[in-house]
């Protein structure tokens, strides 16, 4: 399927909805937990059973992004977008015939192995296209895309807690909510794949830079540069960091102040989980455009250093302040969606848009590496706590102290990051005809 070069005076804003229509749908990821309980009692699954087709998801997303970076550079994002549609949807499909004849493997091999590698070609599907039709505000345009993944629960989670209501939370119930969902989503995901289109010129906005300025440097030579892997090491702290806390959100606040005159519901830790996937899909938004202001490398010390700051705060003081707790977590959970929507701006800045989409998707590997990474550390530091006779917050303080030496690792690596060698460039001309090359060809 040949990259759909924008006719004359097709107007470039016309692109984020379109990622928006793919990035909303496979943020569904984030609303699993939705489905935990139900499965748990109709098969008779453990919690940690339950959880293996979004862990295996996560896992698919990095791999898939990784190994399929280069042909979604090479097909263009309709292609791309095509891919997440077929795979996404088929997941839910093939996950609706396991429920109902309650084939738990079907599950995991549907909503986990297709599915997830529908979220990883969906995930890198339009940021390169984006930061080509974008030059000159790169951060603000992944971020309005990579938003919606964050996003994409606040809409999942409520509607797949109604279908299940209605349909009913047994195996048949679940197997219509997952075929819904698979047709829902291949209709909304089409509208993307419909309206998607590559810049017909490499100066596609009026007055501002070319796509084509600086440095350009393929993904096979990005992978051999320091600054690639001082960004794996950044990104992936960063994402360990935030889904320490995400994952494990309701059962910590409940735990914090379990012992305190005012308790926390479950209500209200439904509540506190919802405000947080609001700030990581704010952050997404408001700090990736910030840091178009600031810079990238900026705006990580940021993500990094007051991090570690909001770590140390809830670690020592968080269980006598709720306003504190619950404020430190969101600034956390924002700087962890801000991380996810600022990396490819700051990856177009060291390597330039040649290949850009095929290095991101080589660098999420760091986000499959955190969310087994970012969990483990939580909860089996937790675990053994209790085990030793502790509870409430003093649950959590070891994982805490590792969490900010992690970010101060991260912050490390971030100032080493330098521009990248001239050596690993590629010449302009060379870069520049296969450009045009590929316009000819899907012109």
């Given at each position: 399927m040949s990259p759909p070069v924008a006719p004359p005076g097709?107007?470039?804003?016309?692109?984020?909805?379109?990622?928006?229509?793919?990035?909303?749908?496979?943020?569904?990821?984030?609303?699993?937990?939705?489905?935990?309980?139900?499965?748990?009692?109709?098969l008779g699954l453990s919690g940690t059973q339950s959880a293996l087709p979004f862990q295996l998801a996560i896992v698919m997303l990095g791999l898939s992004a990784a190994f399929g970076g280069t042909l979604v550079e090479r097909n263009g994002p309709r292609w791309a977008m095509t891919v997440a549609l077929v795979c996404f949807s088929s997941g839910f499909l093939i996950s609706a015939l396991g429920a109902a004849?309650?084939?738990?493997?079907?599950?995991?091999?549907?909503?986990?192995?297709?599915?997830?590698?529908?979220?990883?070609?969906?995930?890198?599907s339009p940021v390169s296209t984006l930061i080509k039709w974008f030059p000159d505000r790169p951060g603000m345009a992944t971020g309005i895309a990579i938003m919606?993944?964050?996003?994409?629960?606040?809409?999942?989670?409520?509607?797949?807690?109604?279908?299940?209501?209605?349909?009913?939370s047994d195996?048949?119930?679940?197997?219509?909510?997952?075929?819904?969902?698979?047709l829902s989503y291949a209709v909304f995901m089409?509208?993307?794949?419909?309206?998607?289109?590559?810049?017909?010129?490499?100066?596609?906005?009026?007055?501002?830079?070319?796509?084509?300025d600086g440095v350009q440097v393929s993904a096979r030579n990005a992978v051999r540069t320091p600054q690639f892997w001082l960004l794996w090491v950044v990104l992936c702290m960063n994402v360990t960091a935030g889904i320490g806390i995400l994952e494990k959100a309701a059962p910590m606040i409940s735990d914090f102040f379990a012992d305190s005159s005012t308790p926390v519901t479950a209500t209200a830790a439904a509540g506190f989980v919802a405000l947080l996937s609001a700030a990581n899909m704010a952050g997404r938004?408001?700090?990736?455009?910030?840091?178009?202001?600031?810079?990238?490398?900026?705006?990580?010390?940021?993500?990094?250093?007051?991090g570690a700051l909001m770590y140390a705060l809830i670690a020592w003081f968080g269980d006598s302040s709720k306003p504190l707790f619950i404020l430190s977590a969101l600034v956390i959970l924002s700087f962890y969606g801000g991380g996810f929507a600022t990396v490819p701006a700051y990856l177009k800045d060291l390597f330039g848009t040649y290949q850009v989409g095929a290095i991101h998707g080589r660098l999420l590997t760091a986000w499959s590496t955190a969310g087994v990474l970012g969990p483990l550390i939580v909860n089996r530091i937790a675990d053994?706590?209790?085990?030793?006779?502790?509870?409430?917050?003093?649950?959590?303080?070891?994982?805490?102290?590792?969490?900010?030496?992690?970010?101060?690792?991260?912050?490390?690596?971030?100032?080493?990051?330098?521009?990248?060698?001239?050596?690993?460039?590629i010449p302009a001309p060379r870069e520049a005809?296969?450009?045009?090359?590929?316009q000819s060809e899907s012109a």
């Open positions: 097709w107007s470039r804003w016309l692109v984020p909805p379109a990622a928006l229509s793919v990035h909303l749908s496979i943020g569904q990821a984030y609303a699993w937990s939705v489905f935990k309980p139900p499965l748990e009692s109709a004849t309650e084939q738990y493997w079907l599950i995991v091999l549907g909503y986990g192995f297709v599915g997830g590698t529908g979220l990883g070609i969906g995930y890198i919606g993944f964050g996003g994409g629960a606040l809409i999942a989670s409520p509607w797949s807690a109604q279908m299940l209501k209605s349909f009913g195996s048949s119930g679940i197997a219509v909510a997952f075929l819904v969902h698979g089409t509208l993307g794949v419909l309206l998607v289109r590559v810049p017909r010129g490499e100066t596609p906005a009026p007055s501002g830079p070319s796509a084509l938004i408001g700090w990736s455009s910030t840091s178009d202001l600031i810079g990238r490398k900026n705006v990580y010390r940021v993500y990094l250093g007051a053994h706590q209790e085990a030793a006779g502790k509870h409430g917050s003093s649950l959590y303080g070891l994982s805490f102290l590792i969490m900010i030496g992690l970010l101060a690792v991260g912050f490390v690596a971030n100032e080493f990051v330098r521009p990248v060698h001239p050596r690993h460039h005809a296969d450009v045009a090359r590929q």
